[in-house]
């Protein structure tokens, strides 16, 4: 880690704010911070610690009591640190809890702490304002998410940092007291020796691997030597040398074997097959006797199932047969009552027209019977109407006979199928 710009601002012993520029030492990689006792020296290493960890060098004072008591109750504690690792550049800006004056100025609210980290698009140039420069913000929202992702840019938690980098006054005792195993720690995260722990480990698994393979290939040696009974590999070299003439003829013998059993084996398969393809013909033979005796219950079936569909294609045909029905059962009712009221208008239109000629002989000689006649002109307009429902009788009886036509036809029908389903039955 490298850096370039630490500004401070009610930080420590600053009320005001502070900017120190790390790139105006040059190249240069020891600088000395030298001043009086209580000039500020250890702040700055407590400031560049808090931006990173958000804890101080030596922990006895917290992020925030780092607030500075002459600071004005409206400016805000806040620490920025600006480093590069490597080639890239990050900004790290982190604020304690404190409590200033709220925005409306009349009284001091609790703001509770804040971190953020970005990353630099591009390259580092003092002749540039950090806020005019493209950073790319990292983490900006969560506190904790800040510290994962400096201890893995540093590898370093706060307080290896505090132990390795930063080394405060009356602090350096610590690593040096260190145990082996914190310091073994401390110092492999430092130089990344991770990989070199792995390399040692793979390097260990292979050498055992090794090991455990030559006694195998040792305790195989022995067991061929113990049963061939001789005393080293010269002897069984010579021994097998011996014997190799007697194993090509027994290898000759074998693979004639071999092949009479090859053939043996390819005539028992075709032999198979040909079973196999006889019990399928047997089979298949079975099954179409079975069909056959099926057959003549198939074709019952097909015949009620074409009769239960001829049924099916006529029960429309039925159906409206039976609405007819009952339209001529409603058609013969209104013709009777239509023929009632007809009986009565005639019995009225008689005694009407006897009274009207009774009338018109008597108009001349009384004034009553003019009257009378009077009364039977009124009567008139139901004669029409009688006139009227007449003609209604006619057309009702004229529809009636063509529908008990049309019902007749439909009933024969109806009884041809019925007949036909008893039959098929």
Same mark, same amino acid.
């Given at each position: ?17 502070q ?11 020891l600088?000395?911070?030298n001043g009086?006792t209580g ?14 960890y958000?804890?101080t060098?030596g ?8 607030r500075?008591?002459?600071?004005a ?8 640190f600006?480093?590069a ?6 900004r ?11 925005q ?9 702490t ?25 983490e900006?929202?969560?506190v904790?998410?800040v510290n994962k ?30 145990d ?7 110092l ?8 070199f722990?792995?390399y ?15 006694e ?9 030597l113990?049963g ?10 010579q ?13 000759t ?13 390819y ?11 006889y019990k ?13 005796a ?12 074409k009769?239960? #569909?001829?049924?099916?294609? !006529? $029960? %429309? =045909? ?6 007819n029905? @009952?339209? +001529?059962?409603t058609? /013969?009712?209104?013709q009777?009552?239509l023929?009632t009221?007809?009986?009565?208008q ?8 006897t ?18 006649? #009077?009364?039977?002109?009124? !009567? $008139? %307009? =139901?004669?029409?109407?009688l006139?009227?429902?007449? @003609?209604? +009788?006619?057309?009702? /009886? ?11 036809q439909?009933r ?5 199928v ?8």
């Amino acid at each position: 880690m490298k850096p370039l710009v630490l500004n401070m601002q009610a930080f420590g012993p600053f009320p005001t704010q502070q900017s120190i520029n790390f790139t105006l030492l040059g190249e240069h990689p020891l600088f000395l911070i030298n001043g009086a006792t209580g000039a500020g020296k250890t702040t700055l290493l407590d400031a560049i610690s808090f931006a990173l960890y958000g804890e101080t060098t030596g922990q006895d004072r917290i992020g925030k009591q780092m607030r500075c008591d002459h600071a004005a109750d409206d400016c805000a504690t806040e620490v920025e640190f600006i480093f590069a690792v490597g080639e890239k550049t990050y900004r790290v800006m982190r604020q304690p809890t404190q409590h200033i004056l709220g925005q409306r100025g009349n009284s001091k609210v609790e703001r509770r702490t804040t971190a953020s980290l970005y990353q630099l698009q591009g390259e580092w140039s003092n002749d540039q304002l950090p806020n005019a420069m493209n950073w790319q913000p990292l983490e900006t929202r969560k506190v904790t998410e800040v510290n994962k992702h400096i201890e893995t840019l540093l590898g370093l938690r706060a307080e290896q940092f505090r132990q390795v980098v930063v080394l405060p006054q009356g602090k350096f005792r610590e690593l040096l007291n260190a145990d082996a195993n914190e310091r073994e720690t401390i110092l492999s995260q430092l130089f990344q020796t991770q990989r070199f722990k792995r390399y040692e480990e793979l390097f260990k698994q292979q050498a055992s691997e090794l090991k455990k393979s030559f006694e195998q290939l040792e305790q195989q040696k022995a067991h061929i030597l113990d049963g061939s009974e001789c005393e080293d590999l010269t002897q069984l070299e010579q021994h097998i040398a011996d014997l190799k003439p007697q194993l090509e003829a027994k290898q000759t013998v074998l693979n004639q074997l071999q092949q009479q059993i090859n053939d043996t084996d390819y005539q028992l398969k075709q032999q198979h097959t040909r079973n196999a393809k006889y019990k399928d013909l047997q089979h298949a033979k079975h099954q179409q006797d079975a069909l056959k005796a099926k057959q003549a219950n198939i074709d019952y079936k097909q015949q009620q199932i074409k009769a239960a #569909q001829a049924a099916i294609r !006529l $029960l %429309p =045909t039925y159906n409206e047969w039976q609405q007819n029905e @009952k339209h +001529v059962k409603t058609s /013969q009712e209104k013709q009777l009552q239509l023929e009632t009221r007809q009986q009565q208008q005639a019995k009225t239109l008689k005694v009407a027209q006897t009274s009207l000629q009774e009338a018109k002989t008597k108009l001349e000689q009384s004034h009553s019977l003019r009257t009378t006649l #009077q009364r039977l002109e009124e !009567l $008139l %307009p =139901t004669v029409e109407q009688l006139e009227a429902l007449t @003609k209604q +009788v006619e057309q009702h /009886q004229s529809k009636l006979a063509l529908q008990e036509k049309e019902g007749k036809q439909l009933r024969a029908s109806y009884d041809a199928v019925q007949l036909d389903i008893k039959r098929l039955r």
